[in-house]
Nanobody, 114 residues
């Protein structure tokens, strides 16, 4: 059974930092690309960052220079370090991986106050 469990969300002030974690089980983590998506109220879910099984990363233009995605294969966990947060980063953040199906975590709320 595949499980993705996010943690680390919460309330931050503009300019602050948060680190999200996504602990996985039921997959061969080291072989899977992982991604972070977010969905703000009234908006479509969008890709924030992605990391391949080999460690190559892609980030959305809106977060480049502020967010970093990383992975720890020994802990089966992917991280999203978010610095210089802005109110427009407010959203529910979801962890994702794709094998034969798409798998999503339950989401963690990030709220950035101005």
């Amino acid at each position: 059974q595949v499980q993705l469990v996010e943690s680390g969300g919460g309330l931050a002030q503009a300019g602050g930092s948060l680190r999200l974690s996504c602990a996985t089980s039921g997959i061969i983590f080291s072989l899977n690309g992982m991604g972070w998506y977010r969905q703000a109220p009234g908006k479509q879910r969008e890709l924030v960052a992605r990391i391949s099984s080999g460690g190559s990363t892609n980030l959305a233009d809106s977060v480049k220079g502020r967010f970093t995605i990383s992975r720890d294969n020994a802990k089966n966990t992917v991280y999203l370090q978010m610095n210089s947060l802005k109110p427009e980063d407010t959203a529910v953040y979801y962890c994702h991986t794709k094998m034969s199906l798409d798998y999503w975590g339950q989401g963690t709320q990030v709220t950035v106050s101005s």
